[in-house]
């Protein structure tokens, strides 16, 4: 087994309760001999099971390598507190609202979250750096993960890349741009070591339920109709969730990388109508039904600047460092359906909790 990672001692990860954040957690856990610090306000998308379901299976050395604080990033003292005492030589900041309909309903928790929380996290992180010595400073860095949609939309032809500008059209994607330039302003002006990731749409096993795959899925197996924005001809860049994963703590074990960015797409573009059918096709093959699951396809209003095309070029990140993504959408989406109709009782049960939230 390769141990992963192996040039640092304490990572702190923020959002580890969210989609991406737990299938990075729960692969170091696997992977490496990291003590793992999970902070997370425990939102209505989080989800402790997948990461206590492999802790429950695990030796008790392994299990005390992981940590985690139930702590909003919103709180400053907090937040300065536990990074003082933690003392990480190395941050993976996750934690973010990211669902475009939401914050298109509710644009202050966007604020919130991605703007105020992602500078709390800046403002412990630099007052840590300050204190450490040179060593203990060659080794930290603070990898800012972030998305392609700050980047605008495009049309038919072109890609995004590391020199894209930004053009964020949604609530959602202008704080997180705002996210990315707090960012980059703490590395010129203060010298904090970060290093900046935007990617593309994220998708397969343990994603929460309101994003469009998962969504997908859960309305076809209940026989409900499937939203399809519009005319379904929107376009995304899909990648899996492993390779996602993998493409992070490749940057986070390179060296060189401070003050970078890097663009991580999945090269697997997809309209939003052929996503669904891909994914009807795949329950047709697993489910017996006297029509396709395509029948169950509806389009329904679009949603407000609803952005046409995402597209990554990846190919800085593949020359620089070496990776490339193992999946294509063929396999991914295949491994997500079969994952979903697998644990049909965790989804029921994240969305039960949702709607008692709410």
């Known amino acids: 087994m390769t141990v992963l990672l192996k040039n640092h001692c304490r990572v702190l990860i923020t959002g580890g309760y969210g989609f991406i954040g737990s299938n990075l957690i729960r692969k170091l856990l696997l992977n490496s001999s990291l003590n793992i610090f999970n902070v997370d306000k425990l939102g209505y998308a989080s989800d402790q099971f997948a990461i206590n379901n492999l802790l429950s299976k695990m030796k008790n050395e392994q299990k005390e390598r992981y940590k985690f604080f139930h702590i909003n990033l919103c709180n400053l003292k907090e937040i300065d507190e536990l990074v003082n005492s933690v003392k990480p030589d190395l941050i993976f900041h996750l934690a973010a609202e990211s669902h475009v309909d939401r914050s298109i309903q509710s644009p202050s928790d966007f604020i919130d979250s991605n703007i105020i929380g992602t500078f709390n996290l800046l403002y412990s992180a630099r007052k840590l750096f ?11 860095k603070l990898i800012h993960v972030s998305t392609d949609e700050v980047f605008g939309t495009l049309g038919l032809m072109g890609r995004f890349s590391e020199i894209s500008p930004y053009s964020p059209r949604s609530p959602y994607s202008a704080s997180k741009a705002a ?24 998708y397969g096993p343990w994603q929460f339920p309101e994003k469009l ?8 197996i209940n026989g409900e109709n499937i939203p399809l924005y519009g005319d379904g001809s929107n376009v995304r860049d899909w990648i899996f969730v492993d390779d996602h994963i993998d ?70 990140i593949q020359n620089e460092l070496g990776w490339a993504p193992k999946y294509s959408f063929k396999q991914g989406i295949e491994k997500t359906v079969k994952w979903y109709l697998k644990n049909l009782i965790w989804s029921q049960e994240i969305l039960k909790n949702v709607h008692h939230n709410n």
């Open 130 to 140: 300050d204190s450490f010595s040179d060593e203990d400073k060659n080794k930290f």
């Open 179 to 202: 996210s990315d330039h707090l960012v980059n302003a703490w590395n010129h002006t203060y010298g904090l070591p970060t290093v900046i990731t935007n990617c593309s749409n994220n």
């Open 213 to 220: 795959i998962p969504l997908a899925i859960n309305k076809a």
């Open 247 to 316: 493409a992070l703590i490749m940057v986070a074990s390179k060296k060189a990388l401070i003050g970078k960015r890097y663009c991580i797409g999945g090269s697997n573009e997809k309209t939003n109508r052929e996503v669904l059918e891909t994914i009807c096709e795949i329950l047709d093959k697993s489910i017996s039904r006297v029509t396709s699951f395509k029948k169950l396809i509806t389009n329904v209003k679009d949603r407000p600047g609803h952005d046409f095309r995402y597209s990554i070029d990846s190919s800085l």
